[in-house]
């Protein structure tokens, strides 16, 4: 090739690009966007994805309109998801945790599996702990287990199936007998535990300022890794159970959208996470960092998860 080809060649390969950047910058919905969030109202997830979907708004101009989407822990908003089409004008916000769980417990009943979603990226990876209230006879979860076979049990209170199978796990090995109560959300369990109704919960944020009031107290991490806020509270792992869930919050659209309209839907949505109104309401709700995986690194995430769940929950 001489230099006078090559050099049209690349003044066409550099135009393609320019062109193609070009139109996925200058993508926009047709209309509203609508933002499922799969959980109900007035939990950690809803806070942190209304306060998203605020920040969305005002930097893109883009009109999104969210709405809550309860039912089987983000199962039902998912499946809706199926119905709609991939023009950029859906997108929605799930928990990872609940989603795996009952693709590796029933998958086969499920109308959707992990392959039939557009990733977008990450908000957020959340904590977990098994919390108790102040006045409990017990600090740890040997003593809990130990306290419950003696008197008969123990009420625990949780809003996921990944929390109540934990607690499955710890009373099959400890031979305790547990009262497991499931409620909508956290701001549930903690109507429970701060109304006496419940002696343990596994939180996922919202306990963090009843530990400073001294109303609960924290017997472990539920987490693989200890809580920066709670350094010397261990995890379940090195209590001596070989449990764990690493929650992620994800955001996802129907399969099949244009390479341009998902360019634009993942640019604004990593914008908006990095905004320092949703860092802090991560900050403050989670007790974490707002952490955007990008799309490739969400799909990695969750097949991870998928595998981890089998060998966990099998």
């Known amino acids: ?19 193609t ?33 605020k920040v969305l708004e005002e930097q893109t101009g883009w009109k999104v309109i969210t ?70 006879p017990f600090n740890t979860i040997e003593e809990m287990a130990a306290y419950s076979k003696e008197n008969g049990g123990v009420a625990i209170v949780t809003d996921a199936k990944p929390q109540e199978l934990i607690m499955k796990g710890i009373a099959e090995k400890t031979d305790a007998d547990f009262n497991i109560l499931v409620t909508k959300s956290s701001a549930e369990q903690l109507q429970f535990l701060l109304g006496g109704k419940a002696a343990v919960g596994l939180l996922s944020g919202k306990h963090i300022p009843y530990l400073k009031t001294g ?26 159970f070989n449990l764990f869930v690493d929650p992620a919050f994800y955001f996802m659209a129907p399969k099949g959208l244009k390479p341009e309209a998902k360019e634009a839907l993942e640019t604004a949505i990593n914008n908006a996470v990095n905004s320092e109104e949703v860092r802090t309401i991560v900050q403050n709700v989670l007790a974490t960092e707002a952490n ?21 929950f099998k």
């Open 1 to 19: 090739m001489n230099i006078t080809n090559f050099m049209k060649n690349m003044v066409l390969a550099t135009s393609l690009v320019l062109s």
């Open 215 to 240: 109303q609960l107290k924290m017997l472990a991490s539920a987490n693989s890794q200890r809580h920066s806020y709670a350094p010397e509270t261990p995890t379940l792992i090195e209590q001596g």
């Open 292 to 312: 955007n995986l990008g799309s490739q690194g969400t799909r990695s995430m969750l097949d991870n998860g998928f595998d981890g769940v089998q060998v966990l």
């Open 67 to 136: 709405q809550n989407k309860p039912g089987g822990a983000g199962i039902a908003m998912l499946s809706s998801m199926l119905n709609k089409r991939p023009d950029g004008k859906s997108i929605g916000l799930a928990v990872n945790m609940p989603v795996l769980v009952n693709l590796v417990l029933r998958g086969d009943t499920l109308p959707f599996n992990l392959d039939d979603f557009d990733y977008l990226g990450t908000i957020a990876s959340g904590v977990l702990a098994v919390v108790a209230v102040a006045d409990a």
């Open 21 to 53: 950047a070009t139109i996925a910058s200058d993508w926009k919905p047709s209309g509203p966007i609508r933002f499922d969030i799969g959980v109900g109202a007035g939990g950690e997830t809803d806070a942190i994805g209304r306060t998203f979907a």
